[in-house]
């Protein structure tokens, strides 16, 4: 395809886009969609080789020059023409930079890449000391997704190992073009495949589960905490998986599954998964913005094994990835979950994306860097980004501040991983069976509940002390009712439902609400 016949054309956002855009259009002003990260490259590296690289990356990958801009009051993209671009240089090591390298990093994450008619990323070189320099790169989302960042990055390392070993700078083999893409995606919309889908989704979810988890602030300020499970643990789960070929989406969709279940009660569990859409080498070689989301749904029967669970889960996945390319953002708009006071199917994403960040390839010797943004768009998201030089598990968990506290997201890290130790000691062990507490915390949680010198709390309201336990103990049995117990985690969830209901319904603090019973 000739990209020069389509500097002056303008093509509608693909679905993937359309998601981004209409977000970020509720919440303008924030760094919310920017893609962050930076590589340190060591040994002897040359700045204005460098700035050529990345030019070259910028020509070669064509969706990196998309723009937005509105016509006839639709919004539209088209694609830059390519013109070299001097980038930035900071060298930390003439002593007059402001800033300390962290510090610059901040500010760098901050800037705000979204608007119509302008570039929509950023590239900044810097130098740290002789044999040390690199360059920050910012996407935004519109543009990039995580694939697509892996596929840049491996350009650029490619192209450098050529260049040291004496070669030509690399020529990519037949670099896909996003605007196949497009076309593509346009094909597919009017297609028997998307009507076997859009039925295959809409009859997913003709019935609702009855309890949502209404979790989710207007705030979108977020943070994230690293987890690393130790060497040992690592070794035992990638020996299950192996034996029980297992992939690790899987292990996880049914993981945090039987972890809902447990805490809040919910049987009918639905999670975020997102999925890349790229299915043919083609597809894998094309920057841009492709990735969707998937809601999966499942059913946690607690009398199945783990090992049964994992099977359920991996044969429905089967299904859910033939439909996975019907879009999200109208399966919404086809539940019509707006009307119903819904903003989305599912509270947590579950998302397995491995990246190496510590590399020596073949000449090249570099540190990669993702750095986190600061803002959430769904309450918590849940990453597997891969294995470590030590042999650890690398997870992150980014979440809302508004909607949880760090404690509440280190005691479902916690819990995550001693349920772990559970599967891989016993493969088949049953969901019941299952403990979100080791036997030293159990034994001290009763002690704790037996203590008779229990500070006074008569400095709290009802409701205040009963959201503080439901916070420290979700897991734990609030009530227990005709051979039926319900946890804290489940009737706080219930309380939220009951008062975002009321609050929807025209009730405000202060009004009078009869309570009927039986």
Not at 68 to 94: A, C, G, L, S, W
Request: with cysteine.
């Amino acid at each position: 395809m000739d990209l020069q016949e389509n500097y002056a054309t303008t093509y509608e956002l693909t679905n993937p886009q359309k998601r981004i855009y209409f977000t970020e259009k509720i919440y303008p002003g924030t760094a919310l969609y920017n893609l962050n990260n930076y590589i340190v490259m060591y040994g002897e590296n040359d700045i204005v080789l460098l700035n050529e690289l990345l030019n070259s990356a910028v020509l070669k990958f064509d969706a990196i020059r998309l723009r937005i801009t509105t016509k006839n009051n639709v919004v539209m993209q088209y694609i830059q023409e390519y013109e070299f671009e001097e980038f930035e240089t900071v060298d930390f090591t003439r002593g007059d930079v402001e800033y300390s390298f962290d510090e610059w990093i901040e500010k760098q994450t901050a800037n705000l890449l979204f608007g119509e008619d302008k570039p929509l990323y950023k590239f900044t070189i810097f130098k740290l000391e002789e044999n040390k320099i690199g360059f920050f790169a910012s996407f935004h989302h519109l543009i990039s997704d995580g694939w697509s960042y892996a596929i840049f990055f491996q350009y650029l390392i490619d192209a450098i190992k050529n260049i040291r070993q004496g070669t030509e700078m690399l020529e990519l083999q037949n670099p896909g073009s996003y605007l196949d893409y497009i076309k593509k995606e346009k094909e597919y919309m009017i297609s028997p495949k998307y009507e076997r889908n859009k039925k295959f989704w809409n009859e997913k979810f003709a019935n609702l589960p009855k309890q949502f988890l209404h979790r989710s602030s207007e705030s979108l300020k977020g943070k994230r905490i690293l987890h690393k499970f130790d060497s040992r643990l690592t070794n035992a789960l990638t020996e299950y998986l192996s034996n029980q070929k297992i992939s690790l989406n899987v292990f996880f969709l049914a993981l945090y599954s039987i972890y809902v279940s447990k805490v809040y009660g919910i049987d009918d569990v639905i999670l975020g998964n997102p999925i890349f859409d790229r299915a043919d080498k083609k597809a894998r070689a094309t920057f841009g913005m492709t990735v969707s989301t998937m809601p999966f749904r499942t059913i946690v029967d607690h009398k199945l094994t783990v090992r049964q669970f994992m099977e359920h889960v991996q044969n429905i996945s089967f299904n859910y990835y033939l439909n996975q390319k019907y879009p999200y953002n109208v399966l919404i708009q086809d539940l019509d979950l707006k009307g119903q006071g819904i903003d989305n199917l599912f509270s947590t994403l579950i998302n397995v994306y491995f990246q190496n960040n510590r590399l020596v390839e073949n000449l090249v010797d570099y540190d990669l860097n993702f750095v986190y943004n600061g803002y959430q768009a769904f309450p918590l998201e849940i990453t597997v980004t891969g294995v470590d030089d030590s042999n650890r598990l690398w997870i992150t968990f980014d979440y809302k501040v508004n909607d949880y506290t760090e404690e509440e997201v280190r005691h479902v890290i916690d819990s995550l991983e001693i349920m772990i130790q559970q599967i891989v000691q016993n493969h088949n062990i049953k969901i019941s069976d299952i403990t979100l507490l080791t036997k030293e915390q159990y034994s001290r949680t009763i002690e704790q509940l037996n203590d008779s010198n229990v500070s006074s709390i008569t400095d709290k309201t009802i409701d205040e002390i009963f959201i503080e336990q439901a916070d420290k103990t979700p897991e734990n049995v609030a009530i227990s009712m005709d051979c039926s117990d319900i946890t804290y985690g489940q009737l706080k969830i219930e309380s939220e439902n009951l008062a975002y209901y009321l609050r929807t319904h025209g009730y405000k603090e202060g009004s009078t609400i009869a309570i009927y019973g039986e």
